[in-house]
């Protein structure tokens, strides 16, 4: 089963644009935040389909605090047993990898990862998870 989100981009920083936020950069180019999903246009308009996404064991929850601005926490579980290989990736708003924060195993459960952003900009980040095929992204800001 697909579902499809279509919505254009309207201008400023930081609109809010049916049900999700939708971050210009200019006339033409944006990020758009539904839900646990990015979205990324340099035509002024998306058209995106993507699966429904099936339930996983996988949680990345939201940093705190957040905004922040030299340090923060992020929070993820993973459920069933075992190890698993995750990485945790930093995007900035450009959709550039900032940082790879973590690449190795986990075991599951809940688990913590401290952040310094002491050596980024300030400006809106995305951090995303993926492991065993799956992912999960939430954004955070740091400022100063």
């Not at 990020?31 to 990345?60: K, M, N, Q, V």
């Not at 926490?73 to 790879?100: C, F, H, K, N, W």
């Amino acid at each position: 089963m697909t579902s499809t989100t279509e919505f254009a981009i309207s201008r400023g920083i930081g609109s809010y644009n049916q049900g999700g936020t939708t971050f210009s950069l200019d006339r033409n180019t944006a990020w758009a935040w539904f839900g646990d999903r990015i979205y990324h246009t340099s035509t002024g308009g998306i058209d995106a389909t993507e699966a429904i996404p099936e339930p996983t064991s996988l949680t990345l929850s939201q940093n705190y605090p957040n905004p922040f601005t030299t340090h923060t926490t992020i929070p993820y579980s993973i459920a069933g047993s075992g190890e698993q290989q995750l990485r945790i990736e930093l995007y900035d708003a450009m959709g550039r990898r900032v940082a790879t924060l973590y690449d190795g195993t986990a075991s599951a459960g809940e688990h913590v990862l401290p952040f310094d952003a002491s050596g980024l900009v300030p400006g809106m980040y995305f951090v995303r998870l993926v492991t065993g095929g799956k992912m999960e992204v939430r954004k955070m800001v740091v400022v100063r």
